[in-house]
């Protein structure tokens, strides 16, 4: 059973930075996306970053390039999110998703087939 769990939310001041982590556990084959989104109050999930599993393919919105970094721990599958100056605007719950049908980003939330539980991230001006 596959299971992706989250951590590295909090509250913190803007121009602060936080680490968010998605462990994946359980077996998955072949290629994979996995992308982290950022859900406001009464606002949908958006896609704000991601990297493929084999780290060839990475995405950034553009509210968050040169400020957020994806990466991943082969070793463990664990993938991170670091949040570099934040903004007030960044903040939101952060979900990390995996899309089996693409290896590039998608906005498409319905094509992710594992979730994490969410972190809550809190930017205070």
């Known amino acids: 059973q596959v299971q992706l769990v989250e951590s590295g939310g909090g509250l913190v001041q803007a121009g602060d930075s936080l680490r968010l982590s998605c462990a994946v556990s359980?077996?998955?084959?072949?290629?994979?996306?996995l992308g982290w989104f950022r859900q406001a109050p009464e606002k949908e999930r958006e896609l704000v970053a991601g990297?493929?599993?084999?780290?060839?393919?990475?995405f950034y919105e553009d509210s968050v390039k040169n400020r957020f970094t994806v990466s991943r721990d082969k070793t463990e599958d664990i993938f991170y999110l670091q949040m570099n100056s934040l903004k007030p605007e960044d903040a939101g719950v952060y979900y990390c998703g995996i899309n089996r049908a693409r290896t590039f980003a998608s906005g498409r939330a319905y094509e992710y087939s594992y979730w994490g539980q969410g972190t809550q991230v809190t930017v205070s001006s």
């Open positions: 359980g077996e998955i084959f072949g290629p994979y996306f």
């Open positions: 990297l493929s599993r084999d780290g060839m393919n990475t």
